[in-house]
């Protein structure tokens, strides 16, 4: 079955920092990967996916992941976080019987 | 309004008694899904749906019970609510034809079981 796993519950960064969220995937196939974001009390936006038509993936917001098969990871990361990134972000895969998310990263941006 | 639209958002119920979530999409998705969100797990697949007519479980089905009588719609119910159901459920929807398995989510429903 696939899975995905994130690692680190939560992230604290500095505004203008880089910000790196991890997700790595456990899959027998070709997955389908996706990133969300939920802002409190809100919910899921859709940051980015890949479709393997290409490794690196630009999402919304700044946002981009790359595809790394060697690693089976699929990483979140934007070059300057802004106070408006806090939220909580997911890393899914997908398939026809429905997505698997991992538990989860918040994103703190301090001042 | 076109989309997939919940209801209703909010809902505080007493242990023991029955509750159902709805759930409508326009899209004409043959699939649907539900989800419930707890702090720590991320989302986990309850039940899904891929017609009308044809439902399978997820992950955590125990205690849920759903159907699919036309394509827009796929209501939950919780038979006898637990206050380990007390939790945030997003339904989703997707389209047979989209290779990629994009789901699209409601706004979500946060139920709370006393």
């Known amino acids: 079955a696939q899975s995905v796993t994130q690692l680190g519950s939560h992230v604290s960064v500095s505004e203008g920092a880089l910000v790196l969220l991890r997700c790595n995937y456990s899959?027998?196939?070709?997955?389908?990967l996706f990133w969300y974001v939920q802002y409190p009390n809100q919910g899921l936006q859709l940051l980015l996916k890949y479709t393997s038509a290409a490794t690196l993936v630009k999402g919304i917001n700044g946002f981009e992941a790359e595809f790394k098969k060697s690693e089976t990871s699929f990483h979140l990361t934007k070059p300057s976080a802004h106070m408006s990134d806090a939220a909580e972000y997911f890393c899914a895969v997908t398939q026809r019987n429905g997505m698997r998310f991992g538990a989860g990263t918040r994103l703190t941006v301090k001042p | 309004d076109a989309g997939i639209t919940q209801s209703p958002r909010y809902k505080i119920t007493e242990t023991g008694r029955q509750v159902t979530l709805m759930c409508h999409q326009t899209w004409s998705h043959s699939y649907m899904f539900w989800y419930r969100q707890d702090l720590g797990h991320g989302l986990r697949l309850i039940y899904y749906s891929a017609a009308a007519d044809i439902t399978d479980k997820g992950e955590v089905p125990d205690g849920y019970v759903v159907s699919r009588s036309k394509t827009e719609n796929f209501p939950l119910t919780l038979e006898s609510a637990t206050r380990s159901q007390t939790s945030v459920y997003f339904c989703?929807?997707?389209?047979?034809?989209?290779?990629?398995?994009?789901?699209?989510f409601g706004p979500g429903t946060r139920l709370t079981v006393t």
């Open positions: 899959s027998s196939v070709p997955p389908y």
């Open positions: 989703a929807s997707s389209d047979l034809a989209d290779s990629n398995y994009e789901q699209y």
